[in-house]
């Protein structure tokens, strides 16, 4: 009878992992935009925004489509193959910089670009991924991005 059990807990966990991950990650459902579609955001603001009222910032930036203009400051592909950009803003306050992560679905526009290129990129804004307490560093994501080179 344990063993049943401790068989179907597993068989559950891992239907339930399948389904989390398909949820969160599936990126087939996602049925694109327009970068005519997207509004500037300013990264000092949502920034600003953020450090004010985290709760009144998700609602008002998250899924959202938005475009911005900074050069390429890393390109990575992540342990789970996403691939993403990173672009650093200086903040206003002193010693502290806002990173922006932005992430593809696929590899072939950052197959064309090298760390310094003048980008603007258009994307769906999803929310804060990092909140260093020692206010050095904030960390935001973009995902579905596209882009034009300058």
């Known amino acids: 009878m344990e063993k049943k059990l401790g068989f179907f ?26 970068k005519e579609d997207c509004k500037y955001v300013d990264i000092q603001q949502l920034d600003k925004d953020y450090e004010d009222n985290e709760i009144s910032a998700e609602e008002k930036y998250k ?39 932005a992430h593809f679905d696929n590899d072939d526009d950052l197959k064309k670009v090298t760390k310094g290129d003048l980008v603007t990129i258009y994307g769906q804004f999803r929310h804060r991924t990092i909140h260093d307490y020692m206010n050095t560093l904030n960390t935001y994501s973009f995902y579905h991005c596209k882009m034009d080179v300058h």
């Open 63 to 101: 899924d959202n489509f938005y475009y911005f203009t900074e050069e390429i400051t890393d390109i990575t592909k992540s342990d789970l193959g996403d691939s993403y950009l990173t672009l650093r803003f200086q903040s206003s306050e002193e010693n502290r910089v806002i990173d922006i992560d």
């Open 9 to 34: 807990s597993m068989l559950i966990i891992a239907i339930i992992i399948v389904v989390g991950y398909h949820h969160f990650f599936d990126k087939d459902k996602f049925e694109g935009f327009e």
